[in-house]
C-alpha cells in the first residue's frame, strides 16, 4: 500500500482598497499600468507604509482559524530575480511569521496549519504574440499565504481543504473570492511512501493552481505517477513541475539539488511594531460566524444542500439572505431568487452581487409582490434585472416600466379569447385532453402581453376554451 502526503500553500489576495505598502487603489481589471506608483514600481528612495487593513484582516482570518498571533509585526526581504517583481525582492515574512498553527475544519477532519503570513503580490506577465510584457497593477496587493500541514491524502480531500479555506475568506470578509480573477491560487507539494514508512520520497511541488478541479486533478495525477514510479523501482527527484490541463497531466519543469536561497533580510524601511493587545481582543470579540455555523444557519432556515452551496458561494448572497428572513420574507423564496435569477443577473451584468449591494428590501418586494399575485412570470424576472442593473428600487421599476402582473380580467379575458380565435387547432386539441397545447396558448399569451401571471393565466385558458367550445 502506497500512502500519499499532501500539503498545500494557499495565497489569496486580499480586497482591501489599496495596496499593501503604497495608497495605490486595489482593483481588478484596470488598464495595465495604471495602477502604480514609485513604491510599488520599486523606483529608488521610495518608501512604503504598510496597510492596516490588510493586517487587520489576517488577524481575522488567524483568530477565526485559532492560530497564534506573533506579538509584533515585522516584514522581511525575500530575494529573487523575476521581471514582474521590480525591487528585485518580495516584501514578506520570515523571522516574525504573523501567526502559527491553527486548522481548518474540512467534513469531519481537521486539517492543521503550519502558518499564516502577510506578503505582496507581483505584477503579472502576458506573453502575446511573441512578446512578453509586463503589467504592474498587480505589484504591491497585499497577499496572505495560508500553509498546511502535510497532512491530506487524496485529490479530494486538497480540493475540499481549498474550497473550504475560499469560504472563510468570502464569509471573514478578507476579499470578494473571483476564482476566474485568479484572487486564490494554491501551491501543492505531494511526496509519496509504502504505508508504515516513515521517511517520504523527495516530493514534488506543482504552482499556481487556480481552480479546484485542476488542483484536484493535479493531486490525483501527481500521486499516481509517483506511486507508479515507486512500484517500478524508479528514483524519485524532488522537481517543480507544471500543470497542462487541456492534456490532464504535470510535466517537469525544474529538478531541484538544494532549496532556494532567498537571501532573506530584514526590511529596513519598515520598523517592526507590536500588536495593539487592546485592538486584537476587540476584533476577536466581532468575528463574523464562518463557514460551519453559516451552513447550519442556513440549512434551519430550510435551504435544500443545492440552494445552501450556491448561496455560501458569496458572502453578499448569504448576507442578502438572512437580511431578507430577518425582514420576514420566507427564506425559501428568497434563496430561489438568489441562486435563480439573482445569480443569472450577477454572471450577465458582470457586476457581483458585493460590488452592488442590492438591498434586502427590494428583495423583500419582489417576493411581497409575487405572493399577492401583483407581478408575476417574466415580468417579475424584468423588474429584478432592471432595479439591479440600473440601481432603481423594485417598485420604482415596476411603476415605470409598468410591468405589474396584469389585474384586469376583462382585459386578459380579452387577450385569451384572441390567442384562443387564433389557434384553432391547438384549442382543439386541448379539448381532446392534449396538455401540451395549453403550453403553447400559454406561450402565445405571453408573447402578447409578458405581465401575465402565467399560473392564474392556464386556468383561464381551459376555462376559456371550454366555454368558447360549448358556445360554439
Ligand atoms: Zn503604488
Ligand atoms: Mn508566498
Redesign the pocket.
Known amino acids: 500500500m502506497i500512502e500519499a502526503v499532501i500539503g498545500l500553500e494557499v495565497h489569496i489576495e486580499l480586497g482591501t482598497k489599496t495596496?499593501m505598502?503604497?495608497?495605490?487603489e486595489n482593483r481588478f481589471g484596470a488598464p495595465p499600468n495604471t495602477?502604480?506608483?514609485?513604491?510599488?514600481?520599486g523606483l529608488p528612495g521610495a518608501l512604503p507604509r504598510p496597510n492596516q487593513d490588510a493586517v487587520e484582516r489576517v488577524v481575522r482570518l488567524a483568530l477565526a482559524l485559532g492560530a497564534e498571533l506573533a506579538p509584533v509585526l515585522e516584514f522581511d526581504r525575500k530575494h529573487y530575480f523575476y521581471p514582474d517583481l521590480p525591487k528585485g525582492y518580495q516584501i514578506s515574512q520570515s523571522r516574525t511569521i504573523l501567526a502559527t498553527g491553527g486548522s481548518v475544519p474540512v467534513g469531519d477532519r481537521s486539517i492543521g496549519l503550519h502558518h499564516l503570513h502577510l506578503e505582496e503580490d507581483a505584477g503579472k506577465l502576458a506573453h502575446l504574440g511573441g512578446r512578453a510584457s509586463v503589467d504592474l497593477n498587480r505589484?504591491?496587493v497585499p497577499l496572505v499565504e495560508i500553509v498546511s500541514l502535510p497532512e491530506m491524502h487524496s485529490g479530494a480531500e486538497a480540493r475540499a481543504f481549498m474550497e473550504e479555506i475560499r469560504l472563510w475568506a468570502e464569509h471573514l470578509g478578507l476579499a470578494e473570492v473571483r476564482m476566474e480573477q485568479g484572487v486564490l491560487r494554491a501551491d501543492l507539494n505531494v511526496s509519496v511512501r509504502r504505508a508504515g514508512d516513515e521517511t517520504l520520497h523527495p516530493r514534488t511541488e506543482v504552482k499556481n493552481m487556480n481552480s479546484f478541479r485542476a488542483l484536484e486533478r493535479a493531486v490525483t495525477y501527481e500521486v499516481d505517477r509517483q506511486s507508479r514510479a515507486i512500484q517500478a523501482g524508479e528514483p524519485l527527484l524532488q522537481e517543480t513541475r507544471g500543470w497542462d490541463d487541456q492534456a490532464g497531466r504535470t510535466y517537469l519543469q525544474r529538478r531541484k539539488e538544494t532549496a532556494d536561497d532567498y537571501r532573506y533580510m530584514p526590511e529596513p524601511d519598515l520598523p517592526s511594531y507590536p500588536l495593539n493587545e487592546a485592538w486584537v481582543v476587540e476584533i476577536a470579540a466581532h468575528l463574523p460566524p464562518g463557514p460551519a455555523a453559516l451552513r447550519k444557519k442556513l440549512a434551519e432556515l430550510g435551504l435544500t444542500p443545492e440552494a445552501l452551496s450556491v448561496v455560501m458561494e458569496s458572502r453578499a448572497r448569504s448576507q442578502l439572505l438572512l437580511e431578507a428572513a430577518e425582514l420576514g420574507a420566507d427564506p425559501v423564496a428568497a434563496a430561489q431568487w438568489i441562486v435563480g435569477d439573482l445569480a443569472r443577473v450577477e454572471r450577465e451584468s458582470g457586476m457581483s452581487l458585493a460590488e452592488r449591494t442590492y438591498p434586502a428590501s427590494d428583495l423583500v418586494e419582489l417576493i411581497r409582490r409575487v405572493d399577492q399575485g401583483t407581478l408575476a412570470g417574466p415580468g417579475a424576472k424584468r423588474a429584478l434585472e432592471l432595479s439591479y442593473r440600473d440601481r432603481r428600487t423594485l417598485s420604482a421599476v415596476v411603476d415605470e416600466e409598468g410591468l405589474a402582473a396584469l389585474s384586469d380580467q376583462r382585459e386578459l379575458d380579452r387577450l385569451i379569447d384572441q390567442v384562443l380565435a387564433a389557434n384553432p387547432v391547438a384549442v382543439q386539441d386541448l379539448l381532446a385532453g392534449q396538455e401540451k397545447a395549453l403550453g403553447f396558448l400559454l406561450g402565445q399569451l405571453m408573447r402578447q402581453a409578458r405581465n401575465v401571471d402565467p399560473k392564474s393565466a392556464a386556468g383561464r385558458i381551459r376555462e376559456r376554451a371550454k366555454a368558447c367550445s360549448a358556445g360554439s
Do not use: E
Not at 505598502?21 to 495605490?24: A, E, G, K, V
Open positions: 495596496k505598502f503604497c495608497r495605490c495602477l502604480t506608483c514609485p513604491v510599488c514600481l505589484a504591491g
